[in-house]
């Protein structure tokens, strides 16, 4: 048995049934409830402005992180005015002219300030950067201890406040341990500096050493005067993906120290690393008052005799948010990380 189908004549010689769905609009039932799609209480308490507002408050990357609550915050969370606050207090230092950022926004940027958050490079102030370095030590051996290798590692910890200035140490400890003494502010920044450093001068209070006898005294409170004393700071500038980072070591009025750095991202946004290009130490001459103010020129008098330029420790820095000090793979011990993150 054969089935023939015969062709229908129609509008082009074939009859296409389908055609009579045009201009007919069809109703979609709803699988999802009345009750499923009911606003929750804090989107029928707050109106849309005022929810702004609110949001004005986050970090950046806290309000990205808050974008993906609900579709109502995400619409909220790209609100112009957010991003522009955040694209002047990431920015002020590298495009410290107002009218000179909106120009950039408009041209480069297509009219969005998120968009230039995003992919102009600039420091991440939510956290810090720590870069670890190991090197090999031959050690000594001596009659039944055979020790002759020894495996050292150690921290640099950068933090970047708005204000043009950064705290800085060098430590054995891991993350989650020098996380503390870097997150609050020594007396000499917050009471000099300007901006939100000097409006923390009142809140930032320095243990001072108690007696035995008194509460919470002791040796808990030297050993966090100690800890905190390890932190340097200084001032840095940026330009570009440049920054530039001097310091003068404390108790000494003529030995500086000079890093030169330069920022990127392993993804768009992220600004998480570091590459430290070199560390300079240079001693002025002896009488002299140096001045903590990044040089116009940094590479100026790097021939010089009092400069010395360090080859070690000048291994990539990598950011760690203040939520993550305590479950960065930074803190493992060196024989667990068998790898360097970069």
Request: net charge positive; hydrophobic share 35%.
């Amino acid at each position: 048995m054969t089935l023939h189908i015969s062709p229908v004549e129609g509008l082009f010689g074939l009859h296409r049934p389908w055609l009579s769905l045009y201009g007919n609009r069809l109703q979609v039932p709803s699988i999802v409830s009345e009750k499923e799609t009911e606003l929750a209480l804090i989107q029928r308490s707050i109106p849309n402005e005022l929810m702004v507002i609110i949001l004005g408050f986050l970090e950046p990357y806290t309000l990205g992180k808050a974008a993906m609550v609900c579709r109502q915050w995400r619409i909220l969370a790209e609100h112009p005015r957010l991003w522009e606050h955040a694209c002047n207090e990431a920015l002020s230092l590298s495009i410290p002219g107002r009218a000179e950022r909106q120009k950039l926004m408009a041209t480069i940027y297509r009219f969005s300030w998120k968009r230039m958050f995003i992919h102009h490079p600039h420091l991440r102030f939510d956290g810090l950067y720590a870069a670890r370095n190991t090197y090999v030590r031959t050690g000594v051996v001596e009659f039944t201890n055979h020790e002759p290798v020894h495996l050292v590692s150690y921290f640099r910890y950068y933090r970047f406040l708005p204000d043009g200035t950064f705290l800085y140490r060098t430590s054995p400890h891991v993350v989650s341990k020098v996380s503390k003494s870097m997150a609050q502010l020594p007396f000499s920044v917050a009471c000099s500096g300007s901006g939100s450093a000097a409006g923390q001068c009142a809140a930032v209070k320095l243990p001072r050493n108690r007696g035995p006898g008194c509460p919470g005294g002791g040796k808990e409170w030297q050993a966090a005067d100690k800890d905190r004393a390890a932190v340097l700071w200084g001032h840095y500038a940026v330009k570009g993906n440049k920054v530039h980072c001097t310091l003068v070591y404390p108790n000494s009025t003529s030995t500086e120290l000079h890093c030169h750095l330069a920022m990127w991202s392993t993804h768009p946004g992220a600004n998480n690393r570091l590459t430290i290009e070199s560390i300079i130490t240079r001693d002025r001459e002896q009488g002299s008052t140096a001045e903590v103010v990044p040089q116009q020129d940094p590479n100026a008098d790097e021939d010089a005799p009092s400069v010395k330029s360090h080859s070690r420790g000048l291994a990539p820095c990598v950011f760690v948010p203040w939520e993550q000090v305590h479950t960065s793979p930074l803190n493992k011990p060196s024989h667990e990380m068998d790898f360097m993150i970069i």
